[in-house]
């Protein structure tokens, strides 16, 4: 079945003309990994906000497992979010910066121990849980915002461009974790990238953005076969 579905989504912002995203139709079936590939400025950032709820869009409908996002509190709408700025809490530990997200849901605090640390463990972080992010390389700090958006069990995870920031050797490793983890779990995940090759690598579909709309959406095969 398909987990998320968006409608004839279009965004224009505020004192620009040409709509960033135009009108994205895109149905994600439970459990995949798909790409949302394109060239920068094409929309890919703008809809996963949206997807998000981090931004209103224009017209058109998101649902997720069959229901109107708009219609769910944010809280409940299941989804782990990467930005590509991490956006960790400078002030917090990595361990409780992992936390957070629980705290938040009003977890128990014992619960919160025990899983922070497990999430730290499937990014094989958990020898760092005491350091700040400043004390941390870049893919050190990718990967606990990895955490974060894990630690909370998301039936949605999505990724803005996750990888971007990480030298190739690390990013070609961190690929394959992410890929572990999201088919142990089974998470149905977006993810944004500009990078073909990624998108060839990781993704069970690619959807291809252009100009803010989707021009191809198809399996990693079909798509190198026939680009
Ligand atoms: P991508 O993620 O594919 O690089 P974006 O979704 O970030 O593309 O941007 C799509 C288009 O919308 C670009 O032309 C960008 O300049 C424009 N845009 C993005 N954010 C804003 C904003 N806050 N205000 C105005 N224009 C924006
Ligand atoms: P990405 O690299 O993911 O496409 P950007 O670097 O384009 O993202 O955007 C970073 C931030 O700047 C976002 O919050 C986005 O909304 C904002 N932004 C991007 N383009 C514009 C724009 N043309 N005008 C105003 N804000 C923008």
Known sequence: P??????????????????????????????????????????????LRMVAGLLEPTAGQIFVDGKDVVSIPVHKRGMGMVFQSYALFPHLTVEENVAFGLQMLRVPRAEVGVRSLEALEKVQLSHLKGRRPAELSGGQQQRVALARAL?????????????????AKLREAMRREIRSIQQETGTTTLFVTHDQDEALDMADRIAILNNGVIEQYDTPTAIYENP
């Open 2 to 47: 398909e987990y998320l579905s968006i409608r004839q989504l279009k965004k224009t912002y505020p004192k620009t003309t040409a709509p960033a995203v135009n009108d994205v139709n895109l149905d994600v079936q439970q459990g995949d990994l798909v790409a949302l590939l394109g060239p920068s400025g094409c929309g890919k950032t703008t809809t």
């Open 151 to 167: 630690v909370t069990n998301p039936t949605l995870l999505l990724l803005d461009e996750p990888l971007s920031n990480l030298d």
